[in-house]
C-alpha cells in the first residue's frame, strides 16, 4: 500500500464548477499537508499548506485535513481552464525531516 | 519572492557526456532538494543538502553526483546516464525546518540518448 493514495483522473469538469480533489494516506505520523499544482512540463507550484487538522481558505481554494480519517481534501470554487493542470498532494512527518511523501497526482481539466 | 531558478531548461546528452545542472534560490533557505520526475508520476527525492550538507541520498546510482557550493546553489553532475534517466530534473528548497513548505524550480527536462 502507497503511503498516499490519489486518484488520477482524469477529472473533467464544466467552467464554473466545484472541483474536490482528495488524498488518503496511511502514516499516522504525518503532520503537514500540502497541494501542489503542476502544469503540464513545468514544476509544482505551492498552493496550500495546512499543519496538522482543520481547514485552511486561500482565495478560490481551501484545504481540509481529517487526521481521524486520515483523508485529504482541496476544494476549488468557480474552477476556470487556467486551473486545469495536476494537482499533487504532499504529506510530511517531523521525524523524517524535509521528506515529502507524495500522491500520484489527479489531472483536471476545466472545459469551457 | 519565491524562485528556485534552473539551468538548462532543456538539455540532452550522450550516454558518454558529462553534463552539469543547476539549481539557484535568492530566498535565504538553508535546505535544497533534487527530484527526478517521469511522465504521469509524482516527484521522487534523490538528494537533500541541509546547511550545505548532504543529509539524505534516497540510494541514487553514483553517475548522479551532488553537489552544494554554498547556501543558494545546488549543482548534479552527470555522467555515464542512461536513456532511462531521461526525465524531468526539480530542484526545490525550504527554509530548512522540519515542517517547512517547500518551493520547486521549473526543472530542466534531459534527454539522454
Known amino acids: 500500500q502507497k503511503e498516499v493514495e490519489q486518484d488520477p483522473g482524469p477529472l473533467s469538469v464544466p467552467e464554473g464548477a466545484i472541483v474536490s480533489l482528495n488524498c488518503t494516506y496511511s502514516n499516522s505520523a504525518f503532520q503537514y499537508f500540502m497541494w501542489y499544482r503542476q502544469y503540464s512540463r513545468k514544476g509544482p507550484e505551492l498552493l496550500m499548506y495546512t499543519y496538522s487538522s482543520g481547514n485552511k481558505e486561500d482565495g478560490r481554494f481551501t484545504a481540509q485535513v481529517d487526521k481521524s480519517s486520515k483523508y485529504i481534501s482541496l476544494f476549488i470554487r468557480d474552477s476556470q481552464p487556467s486551473d486545469s493542470a495536476t494537482y499533487l498532494c504532499?504529506?510530511?512527518?517531523?521525524?523524517?525531516?524535509?521528506?515529502?511523501?507524495f500522491g500520484t497526482g489527479t489531472r483536471l481539466q476545466v472545459t469551457l | 519572492d519565491t524562485e528556485v531558478t534552473q539551468t538548462p531548461k532543456h538539455l540532452v546528452m550522450g550516454m558518454t557526456n558529462k553534463k552539469s545542472l543547476k539549481c539557484e534560490q535568492h530566498m535565504g533557505h538553508r535546505a535544497m532538494y533534487w527530484y527526478k520526475q517521469k511522465a504521469k508520476k509524482p516527484p521522487e527525492l534523490m538528494f537533500v543538502?541541509?546547511?550545505?550538507?548532504?543529509?539524505i541520498n534516497e540510494s541514487v546510482p553514483s553517475r548522479f553526483s551532488p553537489e552544494c557550493p554554498n547556501s543558494s546553489l545546488l549543482n548534479l553532475h552527470l555522467h555515464a546516464l542512461q536513456p532511462e534517466d531521461s526525465a524531468l530534473y526539480l530542484c526545490a528548497s525550504s527554509q530548512g525546518g522540519i515542517t517547512d513548505t517547500q518551493y520547486f524550480g521549473p526543472g530542466t527536462r534531459l534527454t539522454v540518448l
Open positions: 504532499a504529506s510530511g512527518d517531523t521525524g523524517t525531516a524535509s521528506k515529502l511523501t
Open positions: 543538502y541541509s546547511y550545505e550538507k548532504l543529509s
